[in-house]
C-alpha cells in the first residue's frame, strides 16, 4: 500500500515556470540602496493660497455692489448679488477642476469667470463714471461714484488672482512638507 493520495501523481508537481508566487514584501522596510521617496503636490502653491482671497474679494466687490444698489436705487440688490454669486460659482468650479485635475471643466471655468468678471467690471466701472441720469424728468449732471468703482476693482482684483493662479502659481510642483501630511509619528 502506498501512502499516496489515489489521485496524485508524479506528474502533476507545479513547475518552476508556472508558479505564479511572489516574493514576499515587509512593510514600511526599505532597502539600504533606495533612495528616499519625494512626494510632489500640484502648484508652486497651496491652491488655498490665492483663490481664497480671490473668493473673499469677489465677496468684498458683491458688497460694494449691493451697497451702491441699496443706497442709489440704480440697480436691483438681488440682480448684483446674483451677478457676483455666478462669478463665484464659477471661481468654485476653478478650483474644484484644479483640485481633481479637470483640464476641460478647469478651461470653461477659467473662460466663464474672465468674460463674467470682465462684465461685471465693465458694468461697475461705466455706472462709476461721471454721467446724466434722469432726477424728476429732468437729465442732472452726476459725478463719479466711489461704490461702483470700487466693486469694480474688487472685481478686477479677483479676476487678476484666478488668472494668476491659472498661469503661474497653479503650474510645476512643490514638494510634500510634514505639515502637509497625513500620517501621524508613532
Known amino acids: 500500500m502506498s501512502s499516496r493520495a489515489p489521485d496524485s501523481s508524479p506528474q ?45 474679494l469677489v465677496w468684498v466687490g458683491a458688497g460694494l455692489a449691493s451697497l451702491f444698489a441699496w443706497r442709489r436705487a440704480e440697480w436691483h440688490p438681488l440682480m448684483t448679488f446674483v451677478g457676483w454669486g455666478v462669478l463665484f460659482c464659477w471661481y468654485w468650479v476653478y478650483g474644484v477642476a484644479y483640485r481633481y485635475r479637470r483640464r476641460l471643466m478647469k478651461v470653461l ?38 461704490l461702483p468703482g470700487l466693486a469694480a476693482v474688487a472685481t478686477a482684483l479677483s479676476l487678476a488672482l484666478l488668472l494668476a493662479h491659472l498661469l ?19
Do not use: H, N, Q
Not at 540602496?33 to 483663490?51: D, K, M, N, Q, T
Not at 461685471?120 to 449732471?141: C, F, K, Q, Y
Not at 503661474?168 to 510634514?178: S, T
Open 168 to 186: 503661474y502659481f497653479g503650474r510645476g510642483y512643490r514638494e510634500k512638507r510634514e505639515r502637509d501630511s497625513v500620517e501621524t509619528s508613532r
Open 109 to 146: 471655468a477659467v473662460a466663464m469667470s474672465a468674460w463674467v468678471g470682465a462684465v461685471l467690471i465693465w458694468v461697475s466701472a461705466t455706472r462709476a463714471a461721471p454721467m446724466r441720469v434722469p432726477v424728476d424728468g429732468v437729465l442732472v449732471e452726476r459725478g463719479a461714484l466711489l
Open 12 to 56: 502533476e508537481a507545479p513547475s518552476p515556470a508556472r508558479s505564479t508566487e511572489a516574493a514576499p514584501v515587509v512593510l514600511g522596510e526599505r532597502g539600504g540602496a533606495a533612495a528616499p521617496v519625494v512626494r510632489l503636490l500640484p502648484g508652486r502653491v497651496e491652491a488655498s493660497r490665492v483663490l481664497y482671497p480671490g473668493y473673499l
